[in-house]
């Protein structure tokens, strides 16, 4: 069954230090996207990505950088992790003619 | 300008009433209405969708109407359950791109 795996569930960071939130996807999707959740704003876009080797920033890159090093993988990066950053993330992968498929989400704490 | 807006942020009804959540936008290139529905600890999953050609799609329970000249559309839950807790997004594609863009979403609670 074609799915979107994200690992770790849970991730408890220490200010400064680096994050990488893993997605991997089974959908055979070109397109793969990166999003937080957080009370009162809904599903804000990180980063994108329209295949292998790309990346292009969303609505709200900053502190954040992504990597697909692959058709089914997607990292999100966090270089120095901040406490504002602590939220849930939500990988998707979706085309052109498919609705997106969303992970199970991380919930990261940074402290 | 790419947004959709959505209310309400919450709502409570009582099992079997009627839940009515709406969403606008203003971008014309928006063609394409999905609706995801999210229960707590996972990831929003597609619930119904609309195309801008139709102004009304049904399935089952869930019914979600699309007025094109108003720019609006609505989701219309009769019979509502408990299980149908859950938070829901609107959401818009443009004609020409994969990139959805989501309302804030609604935390609705059915209480028995």
């Known amino acids: 069954e074609a799915a979107v795996t994200q690992s770790p569930r849970n991730k408890v960071a220490v200010t400064g230090g680096k994050v990488t939130l893993s997605c991997n996807q089974t959908n055979n999707h070109n397109n793969m996207y990166w999003y937080r959740q957080d009370t009162g704003h809904g599903l804000r876009l990180i980063h994108y990505s329209y295949g292998a080797g790309s990346t292009e920033k969303g609505d709200i890159p900053d502190g954040y950088k992504a990597s697909r090093p692959s058709q089914e993988n997607f990292s999100l990066i966090l270089e120095l992790a901040t406490p504002s950053q602590t939220s849930v993330y939500f990988c998707?992968?979706?085309?052109?003619?498919?609705?997106?498929?969303f992970g199970s989400g991380t919930r990261l704490l940074v402290i | 300008q790419q947004q959709v807006r959505q209310s309400p942020q919450s709502l409570t009804v009582w099992e079997g009433g009627t839940t009515v959540l709406t969403c606008s936008y203003e971008?014309?290139?928006?063609?394409?209405f999905p609706w995801y529905q999210q229960f707590p600890g996972e990831g929003p999953a597609l619930l119904i969708s609309?195309?801008?050609?139709?102004d009304k799609k049904e399935d089952g329970r869930f019914t979600t109407f699309f007025n094109k000249r108003e720019k609006k559309l609505s989701l219309h839950i009769i019979d509502s359950q408990p299980g149908d807790s859950a938070t829901y997004f609107c959401a818009a594609t443009p004609s020409n791109t994969n990139k959805v863009v989501f309302g804030t979403g609604t935390r609705l609670q059915v209480l028995p």
């Open positions: 971008d014309s290139t928006f063609n394409y």
């Open positions: 998707a992968s979706g085309d052109l003619n498919s609705d997106y498929t």
């Open positions: 609309i195309l801008s050609v139709s």
